[in-house]
């Protein structure tokens, strides 16, 4: 099958297109023919030797897949070959074909397309996860989003607004992504660059109150800022450390205000936990999307020949929503 090598880690120069060995599905799986998958961060991270595959899984890059399924694992229920499917993968999306946990697959709505599935699992789901089940975020509740215009940030941002439409959220974002921030839900923008202590920013929006919960990928150059801008019981979820891991923290704030720090990563977890996220997320969300109460915000559909200009357009940071790879 077609898919995307690396002979070496390091810059957008090492990615090639060539011949890999088509998987198989083993017990529990399925195979499903990919007709597209997106670019995350993380992908650029594991291209430069920083980010291994979990044990097992495949080297090949890629995290989430849209297409057909192939053929089916043994013991595999529920699910028919030719289904139209989206689903997490450990690696191995940027592939013609890729193996997938029956228990991680959601159907692909008839409204939407394999471009705009292929944008899903990862983002929305990581969004989902670490806003609604770990962050426990609310209707009427009020959200710092960091990230204005990333994949994440933007997933987080339509999830919010549909599930919680009477939330307040405050987006940090660069000046060439506010406007755009706005109009796709942000009550709120701060201009980090301008601001990168937002402390009083957000005591001024929020009357002193605070915020409730607090979704950050930035890590040690924010930690202050973000717990002085949490409220009392406010959860902080860290899902990236790109600033840095270490970090001074005011212990005596946190425990007067009760608040909590909790680290998070989706892709290293078992099997089992990520079908039961899978399960809920498709109870909750997917109906958003069938209904396009939630559409996904595509910057740009590249080719599979195309990798090394996809990758090159996240590292430059000028996307607002999803890269998206056309495989099939």
Not at 76 to 100: H, I, N, P, S
Not at 122 to 144: C, H, P, R, W
Request: with cysteine; aromatic share 6%; net charge neutral.
């Amino acid at each position: 099958m077609k898919a995307v090598l690396m002979d070496a880690f390091g810059g957008v120069d090492v990615l090639k297109v060539g011949e890999a060995e088509k998987p198989s599905p083993a017990e529990g799986q399925v195979l499903v023919k990919v007709f597209a998958t997106s670019i995350n961060r993380p992908d650029l991270v594991q291209r430069e030797g920083k980010y291994p595959p979990p044990a097992g899984d495949s080297t090949i890059l890629g995290l989430e897949v849209a297409g057909v399924i192939e053929a089916l694992g043994a013991g595999v229920t529920g699910w028919q070959v030719g289904d139209r499917v989206m689903t997490l993968v450990g690696g191995g999306g940027y592939a013609e074909f890729a193996v997938a946990y029956a228990s991680h697959l959601m159907r692909i709505p008839e409204s939407m397309s394999f471009e705009e599935a292929a944008c899903v699992c990862e983002s929305y789901i990581t969004a989902f996860l670490n806003v609604f089940m770990i962050g426990e975020f609310k209707d009427s509740q009020t959200a710092i989003l960091h990230g204005g215009g990333g994949g994440v940030n933007t997933a987080a941002i339509q999830l919010c607004k549909a599930l919680a439409p009477s939330c307040k959220l405050i987006v940090t974002a660069s000046p060439a992504k506010m406007e755009r921030v706005k109009e796709i839900g942000a009550d709120f923008v701060i201009n980090f660059q301008d601001t990168p202590d937002f402390t009083e920013v957000v005591k001024e929006y929020t009357s002193k109150k605070g915020v409730d919960m607090i979704l950050d990928h930035v890590g040690a150059k924010y930690l202050a800022p973000n717990m002085n801008s949490l409220g009392y019981k406010g959860k902080l979820v860290i899902i990236g450390v790109i600033s840095g891991i270490k970090a001074e923290l005011n212990l005596a704030l946190m425990m007067v205000k009760r608040q909590q720090i909790i680290g998070s990563v989706l892709r290293s977890r078992p099997v089992v936990e990520k079908g039961e996220i899978v399960a809920e997320f498709t109870r909750r969300a997917l109906p958003k999307f069938a209904d396009r109460s939630i559409v996904p915000i595509i910057e740009k559909i590249f080719t599979i020949d195309q990798v090394a200009d996809a990758h090159r357009m996240m590292e430059e940071d000028k996307h607002f929503g999803k890269i998206v790879l056309r495989i099939q």
